[in-house]
């Protein structure tokens, strides 16, 4: 039911004409309160996209009643012109629900640079307000999606409330984001005080620790709308988990998506003097095309894994670095460990677990590997 | 004549069976002075290997009279008795020329996380030796190759003196040298304490700004020697300049022949409030899969090089920055320039220029595009 699984919210995904093939490409999502709090987590991309600029706006009084989505084109990069498209989209979108644009965030994706045809945009948006029901949440999941091979959508019921979600994302998956758009729905009461950082900390331990390709968008955009239409108020941990928990199932959704891909692979570094030494120490091997290679090959090769953490600065001495892949320790005190040829890396999930020995902290970072489809897919996407 | 064109050098390469099908993997340069001058730049991996540990104690001093290098095994990530091999290799090398080990470097390159096999680098190391000859030169560049597709040499010819050099490295081409050898030699009459700098200088202008794929290696070394045989001495600013044309012609081999590459692309930031700006968007860039996987497909996806620079901290406004693709600037104040149809990238070459527009500044990254074949011969390499 995916955005629409509370109580007191509507949706609708429509194709108007923004994708080639005739694909759905417009969506809305509304609130029909009571409540209609909210908050929302952006891109830290320096170039933010038309849509996201808006959203920020709008969403900095922390309360919005509808989000409008499209997919077909990120209105990134595309000046003044590309803000007022935004902005037109907003007040269209709001004369059709009987709201000020102020009540309507927007958010956008698909190849940067291109301006939006607003014709059809307009055309669609209208065409979703027509359409939105209680029922229209996996229209919506679907309308979003780019490159995605499967909508992405969570349900998480609680006693007499419920958090809904849909997301987007298929590429450009990095830190402070991926590239994606995820719109989170609960009819639960929450004050805004509640709900932003319950946002910011479901965010920062899902969306934040996939790093698929190391490419940060320009467009990533998370919003959480709450109605309070079951009346019941859950207490900040309640929420908090949550949310927590449909962040993470909507993160491995996109992990298992990925472009191209044909490994997940979970890098947990432990024994780190902080959680930010794992987190580069995860990273950094998350963002090594050799090892992403080597995996893609079915091949433990180890020896990357402590080339990609001795680029960084985290704590470590080389010579009490272990490292193990899927259960077998191939390298131990920085050297040769267990027989390599022990470790299956058949199957599509991988864990490495790397001990820095250099304290108590521990993190993990989502990958993928690098594959010839990922190449592909990515060489050929805009022409 | 690579690194026997000048006076006073004799080199040698054999086959010693580290490599399979028998090609050469161990070479020897000896210096026959008179002087014995010499500098090394090493990789900054925080997983030395044995050889670039033990060379880095050699070489403290600022002089060495031979260096042995072997591909086939890196001998990175081998611990202890990965140092003892070479402490062993060096003593060896030494026994055959009539020196100590403190005159002998090493370096080594290959698969990490292996040990050599010692009986069959020693034989190489006598049989190396015994070939020794002032034509030996081409003979050494070819047994340090691994994936190199052909030896890398270069000759600077001077008025009465001359700078050799040879180099291997086709992967893990990364900031802070790539992962490759190179040795130096010159003729010239040069103090130790304008070597060193002049050889910093030419590495930091020429290796540590080509990125191709952002791996840095357990075993990058740069060594040069000097013996004064020409009884030319040349000016700090004649030697540097040398050194610099040695170092830039060496890494644009690299760069032409990274693994799997279809395209050299230069990387050029101007307008940037400091070099470290330019530098640092630069590389951004060049790191960038999406971008390089764009380039592999000829799309002059200039949305990806902004998506990239956003990333970074360097100084700029984000509707004031342009971007040039093979002389058409696509990409005008953050927004749409010039028709991208107009760009053509069905050349090797390509250049992207990149206005901050925030100063003064300028510098260029060389790197490759990510290629089907890059990722083919990468997930194959050790399995």
Known sequence: ????????????????????????????????????????????????????????????????????????????????????????????????????????????????????PMDHLTAGVTAAVAALSADGGPAAARAIMTTDSVPKTTVQAREGWTVGGMAKGAGMLAPSLATMLVVLTTDAVVPAEVLEPALRHATAHSFERVDSDGCLSTNDTVVVL???????????????????????????????????????????????????????????????????????????????????IGTTDAAFEAGRVDVTINGVTVCRGGAIGDDRDGVDLTGRAITIDVDLAAGTEQATIWTNDLSIAYVHENSAYST
Chains 1, 2 share one sequence.
């Open 226 to 308: 709450a109605n309070g239409a079951s009346g019941v108020t859950p207490t900040a941990e309640e929420l908090g988990a949550a949310l927590d928990a449909a962040c993470l199932d909507l993160a491995m959704q996109l992990l298992a998506d990925a472009e191209g891909s044909t490994k997940d692979i979970a890098i947990t570094v432990r024994g780190a003097a902080t959680v930010q030494d794992a987190l580069t120490a995860g990273r950094a091997c998350a963002r090594n095309n050799l090892l992403k290679t080597a995996l893609f090959g079915n091949d433990p090769n180890w020896g990357r894994v402590l080339a990609a």
């Open 1 to 116: 039911m995916s955005v629409t699984a509370p109580q007191g919210f509507r949706a609708a995904g429509v194709a108007a004409g923004l994708k080639s093939f005739g694909d759905p490409d417009v969506a809305v999502v509304v609130n029909d309160g009571p409540d209609d709090v909210a908050a929302a987590v952006f891109t830290t991309n320096r170039f933010p996209a038309a849509p996201v600029l808006w959203s920020k706006q709008v969403l900095a009084g922390g309360r919005v009643r509808a989000v409008v989505l499209n997919s077909g084109g990120a209105n990134a990069c595309t000046g003044p012109e590309g803000f007022q498209d935004t902005h037109a989209t907003a007040e269209h979108a709001a004369a059709a629900l009987g709201l000020g644009a102020i009540d309507v965030a927007v958010a956008s994706t698909g190849l940067i640079g291109v301006r939006l």
